[in-house]
């Protein structure tokens, strides 16, 4: 079977360490914060200008002063803090957030990533996904394998308008886990029920299958 | 000293067509819901805005764009707003994307009086197109530049009448460097009080960069995306 979006986002949450700071973009890395391991604590920003993003309010208690940067009413935790939008990128650009989780349209086996514009199509802007990546040491990318067409999304060369160059050193899709190595896509656990041959036939870049190679537990 | 003004009309009534403007706020949250309407009345047009984003189509800045006041858009991202982007691949609007974090500081800068920054993000992009770039310790940055502004339009929480501002919450977002930056900054404040009764301590953006403000009236607060969970 493939991941579905939530073991996708399952997956990931079991990268949380202690401690960390963790960005979460919209989409599919939103839904790790439902997973984050028992007994660990990490705290999560929002670029916004919020750290300790805590869980959507009771119906009633929504706050229109308090968002996440998908712009849906959220909460605090104990021990938040509010900055402003110059300060939270100050904290991203100084390589203070431990993760960052985003999506993409497209990723190249380099580690390129493009997610923000579909020229002709959808203008829409990068909101902080350039900042993010130009910036994060430790950055997980959840995305879809391939389009709704079937064509591979883990290209060779990105075909759309670039968000960063050579950033991104994990994926995961609803087919495994891969590293990013000078060798291309690594897989290195494979969903359960999924095959290398399926993996191999739905990735147009460069990849190579871990000699560890792991049924993904999830 | 007078930096106060009765209303948003009498704040903005020297802003003129052709005019640069910053608006704080992210989404709809943090927005200076009062000087965007005095500025749909006033009919101003051909404006620059400079904003995180545009509003939705009845909301924000969005109210401006369906009355084609603005000539150009600075912002991050423009999604959810349909008029817009009518608006953008008709030719009818000019927008420059600019990264989140670039936009922030672009105004931190002008705050901060520094003309210019190295920053690495957009480097290898669409945005790096026409600017210097400079390796520090192996890494590529672009040289990115302060904004400059007639006037910088802003929400906070709460004021005095130096022009001290509290902010409330993610309400916070672009304000503070906003208001750092405009050759003329307009604060509209939800609780506007005497000097002497906000704590010094607790001050976001001190009076300095506050020239006018006034109390705001009749806040919609619209939420972009109500998520709640239910009670057990």
């Given at each position: 079977m493939a991941l579905t979006k939530e073991q996708i986002a399952q997956r990931i949450a079991k990268e949380l360490q202690d401690g960390y700071y963790v960005n979460l973009g919209i989409g599919i890395p939103t839904l790790v914060a439902n997973y984050i391991p028992e007994g660990i604590e990490v705290v999560l920003q929002s670029e916004n200008g919020l750290l300790g993003i805590g869980p959507f309010p009771f119906e009633g208690e929504e706050d229109a002063d308090l968002i996440n940067a998908g712009k849906q009413t959220v909460t605090t935790v104990k021990g938040s803090a509010f900055f402003d939008s110059a300060l939270s990128f100050g904290m991203i650009r100084a390589g203070k957030v431990n993760l960052t989780v985003l999506g993409a349209m497209e990723l190249s086996d380099r580690g390129d990533i493009a997610s923000w514009k579909i020229p002709g199509k959808m203008v829409k802007g990068m909101g902080g996904a350039m900042d993010l990546v130009a910036s994060a040491k430790n950055i997980i990318v959840a995305m879809q394998h391939t389009n709704k067409a079937g064509e591979s999304k883990l290209l060779k060369e990105c075909t759309l308008p670039i968000t960063g160059l050579a950033c991104v050193k994990k994926v995961v899709t609803e087919l495994g886990f891969f590293n990013i190595t000078e060798n291309g896509f690594e897989l290195v656990e494979i969903a359960p029920d999924i095959t290398v041959e399926e993996v191999k036939a739905k990735t147009e870049g460069r990849l190579t299958i871990s000699q560890n190679l792991k049924k993904m537990i999830l | 000293m007078n930096k106060v003004y009765n209303n948003?009309?009498?704040?903005?009534?020297d802003i003129?067509?052709?005019?640069?403007?910053?608006?704080?706020?992210?989404?709809?949250?943090?927005?200076?819901?009062?000087?965007?309407?005095?500025?749909?009345?006033?009919?101003?047009?051909?404006?620059?805005?400079?904003?995180?984003?545009?509003?939705?189509?009845?909301?924000?800045?969005?109210?401006?764009?369906?009355?084609?006041?603005?000539?150009?858009m600075i912002a991050s991202y423009v999604g959810e707003n349909a008029e817009f982007e009518r608006q953008l691949l008709s030719g009818e609007l000019e927008v420059e994307l600019v990264p989140q974090g670039t936009l922030a500081t672009r105004c931190m800068a002008a705050g901060y009086g520094m003309p210019a920054f190295?920053?690495?993000?957009?480097?290898?992009?669409?945005?790096?197109a026409g600017k210097e770039v400079r390796e520090f310790d192996g890494k590529k940055y672009l040289l990115e530049h302060a904004f400059k502004a007639d006037f910088a339009i802003v929400k906070a929480w709460k004021g005095d009448t130096h022009g001290n501002l509290i902010y409330k919450e993610t309400a916070r977002n672009f304000n503070p460097v906003m208001a750092m930056a405009g050759n003329i900054t307009i604060a509209e404040v939800e609780h506007l009080v005497p000097a002497g009764e906000l704590e010094p301590d607790m001050i976001h953006t001190p009076g300095i960069y506050v020239h006018r403000i006034f109390q705001g009236k009749q806040y919609e607060k619209r939420i972009e995306q109500r998520t709640t969970r239910k009670r057990n």
């Open positions: - | 948003a009309d009498e704040a903005i009534s003129e067509s052709g005019m640069t403007l910053m608006l704080g706020g992210f989404g709809l949250c943090g927005l200076p819901e009062n000087c965007i309407a005095a500025l749909v009345k006033k009919g101003v047009n051909n404006l620059t805005c400079i904003s995180n984003n545009a509003g939705v189509d009845d909301f924000g800045i969005g109210l401006m764009l369906q009355k084609r006041q603005v000539k150009k190295f920053t690495p993000a957009g480097v290898g992009t669409e945005v790096a």
